[in-house]
């Protein structure tokens, strides 16, 4: 792995992981879907502009309009609404350690899409992830940093991303990553607006919490991390997949040095089980890639 590979991964993963304790910060002015729909929109419209006036790309037409809907619901619409639902209810630390686990969800249910037969090493990863986000969860249960039902909603979460990466891989896209990203992210943006009315109960403040939150969501998650992660998967999607081993563990050092959130052996403990599961997977990934 060369050099200039490494810092790009060493970024995207920190950048990845921050969003768990910027929406925690943003959680203290305003309703979850509140802060999230305005971020989403926001980081659409910019992309989009950057798509039609310095890339020159053309608006989507025919059955790629309804190919980008669907994209969005699943990776923005229901996976972000039940992201911040469950944030709201979990450590930052959790809620990036769930993320991180997204891929091992995705094989599983790839095999399933495509008819093949899930491996033991597929099972057995998944199993390591799920036993490593319970025991860092299981102390954070006790002191209330975490819910059952804020754990059910980040499963939610972690589902809909896992269909909504498959359903990506499986359309032959004639738009340029940018257009496809903003797109995506606006029009998920959109069908969020009913849920986040339905959903108001509270007063809210859009002081500078709210804006440093909004703005750090848009630029260094939603435009520059989601744009990293991209490239990586185009240069090396084996190589790409290892950096998310990192996410955890910049999730627990934010949710720590930040938010004064506790971190214990069942952090340490969790965290790595996580990572042998990631790891697991992966070369389980990589031994299909090679015919093995």
Known sequence: MNLRLLLLGILFAASWASASAAAKFGLRSVEPLVLFQIRFLSAGIIMLAFSFLFQRDRLPKGKEWWELTI???????????????GIKEVAAGIGSLSTATNPLFISIISAFWMGRQVKRAEWLAVLLGLLGVGLATYPLLQKSFATPLGLFYMFLSMLSYSVGTIYYSKIDWKLSRTAINGWQVFLGGILMLPLTFILHKEPNHFDLNFTLSVLWLIFPVSILAVQLWLYLLEVDPVKASFFLFL???????????LLDEPITYHTFLGTALVIVGLYVGQREKSNQKNGK
């Open 71 to 85: 994209f969005g619901l699943l990776n923005v619409t229901l996976y972000l609404s039940f992201f911040v639902l």
């Open 247 to 257: 996410c955890p563990i910049f999730g627990f050092i934010y949710s720590y040095l």
